[in-house]
């Protein structure tokens, strides 16, 4: 079972390790089913999986229009945030409405244009790797980077780049659902099934918070249920 996904560090490791292989590799693990792990940039991933070159992709949003997607979801992403340079002149409470005509700057495949900011005119580009758009927005050619929370702090970490130094973290939206989603055919609704009673069995025996902490990531980023005290 061919399962791909951009790497994320902790989450998504090219060498098969992470807290989402971990999890679906444990789901599948009565079904008989193997999967096999591939990481590779998120807008190709996207494309093999709705194409059926790959039989299913990690850490997508509830779309069933493009895929077959399990009942269980496998994290909640951190929320999505706008990094803006110290200069930047923002009315708080921020609104997505200041964000019109703006240079802002994101990685390929996010689409926060069709998704978050679809009723606003802005003025995007996509850039290959998180540390250049952060250097962009430093730089002040480019007014904001959109990403998640945790990838941005990482990213600016990276570039040496102290945030603290009045530059502006807003969150624009919560976290959603990730899910493991399949290819649309008769077949993944099975394994959708499969990976269902697995799920099923990991929350119900509390072996999905284990999984969590095993990689440092706080048991409660699962969402649904109230992980046990240890």
């Keep these: 079972l061919k399962i791909v996904s951009e790497e994320w560090n902790g989450y998504t490791n090219e060498d098969g390790s992470g807290l989402y292989w971990d999890i679906i590799r444990a789901a599948l693990a009565d079904s008989g089913l193997r999967p096999q792990f591939l990481t590779m940039p998120w807008k190709r991933a996207e494309m093999l999986a709705i194409n059926g070159d790959v039989d299913a992709i990690a850490g997508v949003y509830y779309e069933p229009s493009r895929y077959t997607i399990p009942h269980w979801h496998i994290s909640i992403e951190d929320p999505v945030a706008l990094l803006a340079a110290p200069t930047a002149q923002l009315t708080l409470p921020l609104t997505l409405a200041q964000l019109a005509g703006r240079r802002i700057r994101w990685i390929p495949g996010y689409d926060f244009d069709r998704t978050l900011l679809q009723n606003i005119a802005v003025a995007p580009v996509e850039v290959s790797q998180r540390t250049q758009a952060v ?49 649309k055919s008769e ?13 099923t069995k990991l929350v119900a025996s509390g072996d999905i918070y284990d999984i969590y902490r095993k990689w440092n990531i706080n048991p409660s980023k699962f969402g649904l249920h109230q992980a046990p005290q240890q």
């Design 135 to 183: 250097r962009l927005v430093a730089s002040g050619r480019a007014d904001f980077m959109i990403d998640y929370e945790t990838f941005i702090r990482q990213a600016a970490t990276e570039q040496s780049i102290k945030l603290d130094t009045g530059y502006q973290i807003h969150i624009l939206a919560p976290g959603k659902k990730l899910y493991l989603a399949f290819h």
């Design 187 to 199: 077949q993944a609704r099975l394994w959708a099934q499969q990976f269902d009673a697995g799920m």
